[in-house]
């Protein structure tokens, strides 16, 4: 709730910018513009912006989301592809990149790569902390994850994939899935599949990562979702 509030009150004192129309002057300087988002008398958002004639642009900015007097989410800012027709000199911003320390151990564990109108292309996640991202997540145009990919033995490429209703292994790092299971959630797929609990033999065939093409549209990630062909 205070984080929705939070990003609200963003909204208004730093996301938009009016009318930037007027070209970035070469060399300009970032300055920090401090904040106190929750009126509690300490600062716990820092926006960097460039001063324009009249306008700021805000690149950046850096919240301290539970009051510890340390950075926890990094937000980098561009413009928006839509214009609200209301208010036609301000100019939309949007997220286009953001970095979450979520558990508050000073280092980032979540990692989101966004796309214009708020789309989420993949999201990097270090599940246990340990400065390694061994779970990416793709999400389809609906905002929802589609496949998530663990890097459970932290080589470098994943070795299972989960989808809605099963999940994928590739057993002999050949990258490509040569063991499934199925199960009714994704709880269950990751248990069954780090476990390698039921599995069956899976052909290349019938892979849904060498084929994406066997999924509904909907299932397919934004990114390399097979669907010009
Ligand atoms: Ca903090
Ligand atoms: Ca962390
Ligand atoms: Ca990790
Ligand atoms: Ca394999």
Known sequence: MLRILLLSLLTVSLFQCKDTSIP???????RIMPVDTTGKGSIDTNGYYIPEKGNYRVLYIEIDKNGNGSSDEFI???????Q???TPSVRTMMKVHEQVDENNDGKIDLIRWLLPNDLIAMTQKDSDHDGYF????????RKKIVRREID???????SIFIFSDRAEIDSDGDFIPDKVVFGGSDLELEEKATNLRETKPLLSKDSLLVHPELLNREERPILGS????
Not at 134 to 141: L, Q, R, W
Not at 226 to 229: C, E, M
Request: hydrophobic share 30%; glycine share 12%; net charge positive.
């Open 24 to 30: 970035l002057p070469f060399g300009a300087e970032m």
């Open 76 to 82: 980098w800012q561009g413009h928006a592809t839509f």
């Open 84 to 86: 609200d027709p209301k």
């Open 134 to 141: 061994e779970t990416t997540s793709h999400y389809n145009v």
């Open 152 to 158: 459970a033995t932290k080589k470098g490429t994943p």
């Open 226 to 229: 097979g669907s010009l062909k």
